[in-house]
Structure formats: C-alpha cells, structure tokens
C-alpha cells in the first residue's frame, strides 16, 4: 500500500513538471537547420537586361526573401547584350557561386556556360527563358502551352465558320529565344489544323514596339482585311496594336499577345490596343522562384545531379475580365 501511494506521488511530480514544461513552450528543432543552411549563401541573377516589367518585378520579390533569409542577392545586368552576359557567365564560373539564375536570350547562347558551372559545383535555375541544356531547375511559363492558347483564341476570331479572311500576322519576338521557338511550332501546329486560316506574314520585331508598329502598318498595307495578330510579348506588340488603332482597325483586328501581367498590359487592353494577354504573372512567377531557391539550396544534391522544372499558372485577360486589382505594379513588390 505504501508502495502504491510513493509511486502515484512520483506520478503526479511527473505530470505537473510535464505541464509547467508545456507552458514554456517549445523550441522548434527544424528552424536552425532551415537557416543556418541558407545563411550567408551567394546567388547571382543574369536577367536580359533590367529596367522593364518582368525583370524588376522578379528581382524585387528575390531581394525581399534574401533579406529575410540571410543569404545575398547579386545581379549581373548584361543590359540586352548576350556578349556582357556570356562575359558574366564566365566570370561567376570563377567566382563560384552558391546559385546562378538565368534569363537566357536564346537556347543557346548560354547553354554550354550553364553546364560548365554545373561541373564546376555551382548550381543553375533558369529563369522564364530556357536554353538547351537542362539545368538543376526551370521555373517560368510552358511556352508551348502559351502558344496554343494564342493560337486556338486566333482561330476561333478568325477561322471556319467565323465569315472573316483567316488572315493571320505572326510578330516573333527574339527568333532563337525559348519563347519564341516553343510559340512559334504550336501556332503552326494549330494554324495547319482549320483550311480557313491563313499566315500572311511572319516577322520578328526583337522586342521593340517602334518595329512591331513598322511591320503591322505595312502588313495592313498589303492586307487590308487582316483578321488577327499574335505576338511574343505585350510590350512589344502593343506597338502593333498601336498601329491598327491608328489605321481605325481596331474593332476588326484581333491581337493576342503574353506578358508579365503588369498594369500596364491591362491599361493598353483598356485602351482597344491589346485584345488578350496570356499572362504568366511575375509576381507568382516571384514567388515561385524564391521557393525554388531555397529548394536548391538546401538540398543535398549535387550541382546537376537533380533536375526539375515547375510550368506556373496561366491567366488569360481580356476587357471583360481585369478589374482594379487584376495585375500589378513594381511599387506593390518592392
């Protein structure tokens, strides 16, 4: 009996030490490996140049998690020129980075530097824009995804059954870019697929809206009733959309483009000059990307040895869908 009573005694100590122990809370054991594996990591970001939408809206969302997560946000800004940024390239590959991340120009350009850094033990996210090599991870929009979305809203304004010429305008972007490629192999795909439409010029306007508005206003020239325009990128093509306005086309010419989602895609789909945008959203694409760089570098793989790619969401915007909080400005991410 005495034995009994010691040892509910001795029970009850436990429990009242347990309780006042759970009082004080707990510490959480996984935070430490979680921040001392990121602390003090150096990640270097070659963009195609800053100063426009996609760019500083990505950068802005990397530097706020950098700051917060304690490791440091580099850029290189090449400045539109694939020279300054095979330059860079080759200067991190001696500096040797914990992380690269790559906004390709084109598919190739970068493609044997990526995989140089990689057997050097850096690792590689590319960002947007692909190159032919395969890296530790992709994280950006399926651009041939993008492509057939472009295509079927084309051939729906334009194709059998529509009582319109078919009449299409392709404007390319950078010819040996990802987006441009993957774009331009699924509007053919598509286009091939109705008799009724008709490509009657493709030309490549390498992001400059000045050039995008020279090449419509002369197709217009030539055909009159054009139907429709795809385009790579919003910022580019609303000099297309410029010029169609000007020619008073602007209810019979359908222009479908990609961007970014920023507001000032939606200001110029407001104003008549853009009809759709497949939007891939910078700031999820932000978001995204930060997850991604802390995915690699705290995995314990090697630079190369695991590869990855996250396709992000799509969003189609049009007239009757964006509202006053649709898309973005670079004040709202910074």
């Known amino acids: 009996m005495k034995f009994r009573t010691i040892l509910a005694a001795g029970l009850m100590a436990l429990g009242l030490a347990g309780a006042a122990h759970a009082d004080d809370g707990l510490d959480n054991p996984s935070r430490n490996p979680f921040y001392d594996g990121l602390k003090g990591k150096r990640v270097v970001f070659i963009p195609l140049a800053m100063g426009f939408d996609l760019t500083e809206g990505w950068a802005a969302i990397m530097r706020k998690q950098a700051a917060d997560l304690g490791y440091t946000l580099e850029i290189r800004d090449p400045n539109w020129s694939t020279d300054a940024g095979t330059r860079a390239l080759t200067a991190l590959i001696a500096e040797k980075p914990d992380l690269i991340i790559a906004h390709n120009p084109d598919v190739q350009s970068y493609a044997r530097l990526l995989k140089r850094a990689m057997d050097a033990g850096i690792k590689v996210i590319q960002l947007n824009l692909e190159s032919v ?8 929009a399926d651009w041939s995804r993008v492509g057939y979305i472009e295509a079927d809203a084309l051939v729906k304004q334009c194709g059998t059954g529509s009582g319109k010429s078919g009449k299409i305008a ?23 697929k109705d008799p009724a439409i008709k490509i009657v010029s493709e030309q490549a306007a390498q992001y400059d809206p000045a050039k995008a508005r020279a090449i419509m ?14 385009g790579n990128w919003d910022n580019q093509d609303v000099g297309a ?21 920023n507001q000032i895609g939606c200001d110029n789909i407001q104003k008549g000059l853009l009809d759709l945008i497949i939007s891939y959203d910078v700031p999820l694409q932000g978001n995204a990307i930060n997850q991604q760089i802390v995915q690699t570098l705290l995995s314990p793989a090697k630079a190369g040895e695991s590869k990855t790619s996250y396709y992000t969401p799509l969003t189609l915007l049009t007239k009757d869908n964006i509202g006053p909080r649709t898309c973005w400005s670079l004040d709202q991410l910074k």
Request: proline fraction near 5%; glycine fraction near 12%.
């Open 133 to 140: 090599v395969p890296t530790d991870a992709y994280v950006g």
């Open 170 to 192: 392709i404007i390319r972007g950078q010819p040996t870019a990802a987006s441009d490629l993957y774009e331009l192999y699924a509007y053919k795909q598509t286009f091939a």
């Open 217 to 230: 206003e002369t197709v217009l020239q030539q055909h009159p009733d054009l139907c429709g325009v795809v």
């Open 241 to 261: 959309g410029a010029a169609i306005q000007a020619a008073g086309k602007a209810n019979d010419v359908y222009v479908v483009t990609s961007g970014g989602g």
